[in-house]
């Protein structure tokens, strides 16, 4: 059983940068590809970016892509999402999440998340 503790979020102005965190415990954290996804008020869980077990593959939400960059640190047991250029669109909570074996966009593919941690943007 893993456990994710998001961390990070908070209320940023647009156009500026916010770092998540999310520390994972109770597992093999080199077993699992990891992936960060967001809900909007009144919007599904959506796919933001995720990685793959030893960080050499990413893949991007075509509406983050060359904002955001999903990083990860097995040492640390750690994935991070740095966001720049937030726009009021970005507005959500952010949750983690692991799966085994290979990256994937879908929620329903992952077997452990985060609580979530609140991004709100102002404009």
């Known amino acids: 059983q893993v456990q994710l503790v998001e961390s990070g979020g908070g209320l940023v102005q647009a156009g500026g940068s916010l770092t998540l965190s999310c520390a994972a415990s109770?597992?093999?954290?080199?077993?699992?590809?990891m992936g960060w996804f967001r809900q909007g008020p009144g919007k599904e869980r959506e796919f933001v970016a995720t990685?793959?077990?030893?960080?050499?593959?990413?893949r991007y939400a075509d509406s983050v892509k060359g904002r955001f960059t999903i990083s990860r640190d097995n040492a640390k047991n750690s994935v991070y999402l740095l966001m720049n250029s937030l726009k009021p669109e970005d507005t959500a909570v952010y949750y983690c999440?692991?799966?085994?074996?290979?990256?994937?966009?879908?929620?329903?593919?992952?077997?452990?998340w985060g609580q979530g941690t609140q991004v709100t943007v102002s404009s």
């Open positions: 999440a692991a799966k085994h074996r290979v990256t994937g966009i879908v929620p329903g593919e992952y077997d452990y």
């Open positions: 990685i793959s077990w030893n960080g050499v593959s990413t």
């Open positions: 109770g597992g093999i954290f080199s077993a699992y590809a």
